[in-house]
C-alpha cells in the first residue's frame, strides 16, 4: 500500500521547520553575496584609490538614505551568512546536534543576523 | 568508474537481498564539504579582524585604511581571503546551480560564467591589494 504523501517540493505548500528556513537563508544569502561582489571589489578599490575617490564613496553613502537601507540589506546577508555557517560548522563537529538544541540555535542565528545588522545601522548613523 | 557497493536491502517481513550497485560520481564530495569549511573560518578570521579594525578606528579615514593595506601581511592576508572567497563562492554556486538549473547546456553556461567571473575577480583583487 502506498501513502499519500506529497512528492512536490513547493516551497509555498511545504511548511519548513525553522532550521530549514535558516539553511534556505544561507543558501539565498550566498548567492546574493556572489551577485554584489563586483560591488565589493570596486568599494575596496575606490576606499584604497586616493583620498578623494575614499571621501567621495562615504559622502555618496552618507547623504543618500536609500543607498544605506541597500547596503543594511547586504549587510544582513553578510551577518546571516556567516552566523548560519558558523552554526553549521558548530554542527559538524557534532555541538548541538538535539533537535530541540538546533531548533534554538536556528533561533538564534534568525535574531542575532537581524539584531546585529539593526545595532550596526544604529551605530554607524 | 564508480565502486561497486553491496546493499542489504529488506523487503517487507519477507526476508533480506543483497544487491550489488555501481555508485557513480566525481568524488569531489568530501575534498569540496572540506574546503567548503577551511575556506569558511579563514573568512571568519578576517571578517572579525577587518570589524576590529573598523571599530577600533571609527570613524573611519583614507589614511588608516591605507596603511593597514600597505602591511605586507596584511596584503597576503587579504590575498589568502579572496582567494579563500573565491573557492568558497565556486563550491556554493556550483551546488546551487546543480539542485535548481535543470537543462544541461543551461547548467554548463551558468557554471562557465561564474569560473571566469571569478577568475576576472581574483586577478582584480590582486591588482587592487597591490596597486599603487
Known sequence: ?125 | MGHAHEYCIYIGNSGVVMVSRVVSGAHYGLRDWLMQRITAVIMAVFSVFLAGFFVLHTPLQFGDLKQLFSHDPMRYFTLLFFLSLFLHAWVGMRDILMDYVHSAVVRLALHSAVIVSLVIYFMWAVQIIWGK
Open chain 1, 1 to 125: 500500500m502506498k501513502k499519500q504523501r506529497p512528492v512536490h517540493l513547493n516551497l509555498f505548500q511545504i511548511k519548513l521547520p525553522i532550521s530549514g528556513i535558516v539553511s534556505l537563508l544561507h543558501r539565498l544569502s550566498g548567492a546574493l553575496l556572489f551577485l554584489i561582489l563586483p560591488f565589493i571589489l570596486w568599494t575596496l578599490q575606490a576606499s584604497l584609490n586616493t583620498e578623494e575617490s575614499c571621501n567621495n564613496l562615504i559622502n555618496t553613502v552618507k547623504y543618500n538614505p536609500i543607498l544605506k537601507l541597500v547596503i543594511m540589506f547586504f549587510l544582513w546577508a553578510f551577518l546571516h551568512h556567516f552566523m548560519a555557517g558558523m552554526r553549521f560548522l558548530l554542527l559538524d563537529v557534532h555541538w548541538g546536534c538535539e533537535l530541540h538544541q538546533a531548533r534554538l540555535s536556528a533561533k538564534w542565528v534568525m535574531l542575532m543576523s537581524i539584531a546585529s545588522t539593526l545595532a550596526i545601522a544604529g551605530w554607524l548613523w
